[in-house]
């Protein structure tokens, strides 16, 4: 295989403003198909491609024999049923976080994954970040010592858009579905650890959806609070506090859009160690990632397995909530 062909599921402002253009941008890829039923919207995406293909269902991109992998930006509620269906297409499958609402809902992906032999995966584009390459290496090497705490926080404000599906219950929404699995599966990714126990859970909710979550998650040798909220003002950091140091992430999860990505270490002496990334573009390392897997050069970082014990920890916290 050269370039791996790309169809999308749906003309979703996500996949319009980031991912298209990362698929247009990325090495030995190429956006080939589009499914969207309103033919206004497939124009931002032709713009990027002339010869892009538009149909009018999703069905028809997975039918499609010069498709080898799709891509699924659809609402929360139907990132399971759509990954399944890809996988019997046939078609390599990345879906948008959260790739399910329960961790158990992804024993049966990880099945026909392996019966298939494709690569599927979760949109978890922090992994492909060299910032967090960097912060892994850090911690896991001892440079700030014993960790004892992780502090993340995620949040930003969309109540004066009630017509978001971030908003609603039926689609999957909430701010732990949305941007928690970034506050605790960073957590998980750097330190190679799984939580122990739930502590404390605080979840606020609107109408039925949660928009606002308060964690403490004990792990072996070190704690992590977790808030997320889509009622809060626009921030986002994330600290690592070990016993002879504290590395600080400013813009963890959306470089280039909320802030230039750049990663502090510092110790009780001594300078601080500054990294920086300048224009690195964590969709389209993603997206190359991918291609790499595809082609059997080399294994998807972030497999179906992660993403599970992120969602099993929001499971967790869910579960935790409803014991006070």
Known sequence: MSDVRWGILGAAKFAREQMAPA?????????AMLATSDPAKAAPFQALDTGLQVVDSYDAVLADPDIDAVYIPLPNSLHVEWTRKALEAGKHVLTEKPIAMQADE?????????????????????VHH?????????????????????????????????GNIRNAVATGGGSLP???????????????QEPIEVLFADIRRENGVEVRAEAIVQFE???????????????QSVTFQGTTGVIEVPVPFNPLGYGD??????????????????????????????GAAVRGEAAYPC??????GTQSLIDMIWAAERKV
């Open 221 to 235: 040798g070190f704690t992590l609070t977790s808030l997320t909220s889509m009622r809060m003002l626009r921030y």
């Open 130 to 162: 060299p910032q967090w390459h960097q912060v892994r290496d850090w911690v896991q090497a001892g440079a700030i010592g014993e960790l004892r705490r992780i502090n993340a926080t995620f949040t930003y404000d969309n109540s004066s858009d009630p």
């Open 261 to 290: 990505a750049e990663v502090r270490l510092m110790r009780a002496s001594g300078p601080v160690e500054v990294c920086r990334y300048p224009g690195v573009n964590q969709y389209v390392q993603q997206v190359e990632a991918f």
């Open 178 to 192: 949305d941007i928690g699995v970034y506050t605790l599966g960073c957590a998980r990714y750097v330190t190679g």
């Open 23 to 31: 698929i247009h941008a990325a090495k030995r890829s190429k956006l």
């Open 106 to 126: 992804i024993n049966a992906l990880i099945a026909l994954r392996d019966q298939t032999g494709l690569v599927a995966a979760e949109a978890y584009m922090i």
């Open 303 to 308: 497999p179906l397995e992660f993403s599970q």
